[in-house]
Nanobody
Framework: QVRLVESGGGLVQAGDSLRLSCAAS????????MGWFRQASGKAREFVAA????????EYADSVKGRFTISRDNAKNTMYLQMNSLKAEDAAVYYC?????????????????WGQGTQVTVSS
């Protein structure tokens, strides 16, 4: 059974850092594009970042560019999101997603697999 499981969320203060992990199981995801999305309370889900299977190409939402870093370790079948200089507006449930040869990285419907989400709360 293919699964994506996020971890690493929590309560932090504005300016702090967190690292989220997305552990994949069931098969290798080294050939899949993977991404992070988030959904704040009462708001639509939004794209955060994405990375190719090799990890060589990344893309970020303007709101997180320069603060967040997406990476992956295919040997561990795991993707990460390093979040620095967190702001109150970064608070949301963060989801990881995976898909094979995703064309529109910023579109959630382009991904085939999703995790259950991990909560990030930022106090100001």
């Amino acid at each position: 059974q293919v699964r994506l499981v996020e971890s690493g969320g929590g309560l932090v203060q504005a300016g702090d850092s967190l690292r989220l992990s997305c552990a994949a199981s069931g098969r290798s995801f080294s050939g899949d594009d993977m991404g992070w999305f988030r959904q704040a309370s009462g708001k639509a889900r939004e794209f955060v970042a994405a990375v190719t299977g090799s990890g060589g190409i990344t893309e970020y939402a303007d709101s997180v560019k320069g603060r967040f870093t997406i990476s992956r370790d295919n040997a561990k079948n795991t993707m990460y999101l390093q979040m620095n200089s967190l702001k109150a507006e970064d608070a949301a449930v963060y989801y990881c997603a995976a898909g094979y040869r995703v064309i529109r990285w910023r579109s959630g419907s382009a991904y085939d697999y999703w995790g259950q989400g991990t909560q990030v709360t930022v106090s100001s």
